[in-house]
């Protein structure tokens, strides 16, 4: 099972997968109510067959809205935020929830249902769960193996020369599987956030962020002998990347070559591994 702290894989809410999540979600929960009859469609409309497929269908697509809404708001909110699993099941959670109360308030009011109106939402609520759970559960497993399948297909294709794999740096998580790569001279610094690490790099003159679930202690032996050292309890960084190393009373900091100018505090107990490095640096660029 995953990690509800685990970062949600980008795959979920990637644009075209949404659209497909939506039209699979649509088709299968016409195919089970035409098929099943659930909340008593069978008793909506005294039509034949025909008609009551075109009927049930404007009903369903209807509450099918709920997802189409729903994705649209989480797409936008994963890329101003990282989502973790724990966030996407408390949404599914909510999804079931506003349609399944649609459905018995379409129940209750339109087609005037005599039962009691939280046994119509108790029926309506298992309904609307297998309505959604089953596609969106097909299509995690179906998208992850896609992910999977085109990760190996760039490491068979692509294999990398001796002096390209040389200047990337790969990084695995805390079961040993690589999960991100990056070219040294892209490189910025690593953030340790719990059992997490925050890699931030440039990517197309931006800086990005890729969040690994390995903890920097293990990276920083990892990375022994590589131009990123440790400079603070929570931070590594590329020594390649700094271009100014400022000592202000007490506090010393190392200032980033990027427009943003970031600055990364140095502990004391990293001072002199850092100021080493440095003078390994300075000699090196006089040679």
């Known amino acids: 099972m995953a990690d509800l702290q685990h970062p949600l894989p980008k795959y979920l809410t990637e644009k075209k997968n949404i659209v497909r999540l939506i039209i699979l979600t649509a088709t299968f929960a016409l195919v089970f109510i035409n098929i099943y009859a659930p909340f008593g469609s069978e008793t909506w409309f005294n039509v034949t067959k025909l008609e009551f497929f075109a009927y049930s269908s404007l009903v369903i697509l209807t509450g099918v809205l709920v997802v189409v809404i729903s994705r649209i708001i989480m797409y936008q909110v994963a890329k101003r935020q990282t989502l973790v699993v724990w966030h996407y099941l408390v949404w599914v959670i909510a999804e079931v929830f506003f349609m399944a109360l649609f459905y018995t308030l379409f129940e209750k009011f ?91 790099y440039i990517d197309k003159e931006k800086i990005a962020r890729f969040t690994l679930r390995n903890t920097i202690k293990r990276l920083e032996e990892t990375l022994n002998g590589t131009e990123i050292i440790r400079c603070h309890r929570s931070y590594m960084v590329n020594f390649e990347k700094v271009k100014i190393l400022r000592k202000d ?38 040679v």
């Open 249 to 286: 009373k007490d506090e010393l900091s190392l200032e980033l070559d990027v427009p943003s100018a970031i600055a990364l505090p140095v502990s004391k107990t990293y001072v002199q591994s850092v100021m080493e490095t440095f003078t390994k640096f300075s000699l090196s660029k006089k």
């Open 110 to 200: 339109k087609l005037h249902d005599p039962r009691f109106i939280l046994d119509l939402f108790k029926v309506s609520a298992k309904n609307t769960a297998l309505v959604l759970l089953l596609p969106y559960s097909v299509l995690w497993l179906y998208f992850s193996w896609i992910e999977k399948k085109s990760e190996l297909q760039k490491l068979t294709e692509n294999p990398a020369s001796t002096d390209t794999s040389k200047n990337m740096i790969p990084f695995h998580d805390e079961k040993g599987e690589l999960r991100f790569s990056v070219k040294i001279e892209n490189l910025l610094y690593l953030e340790s956030a719990d059992n997490y690490v925050n890699i931030y």
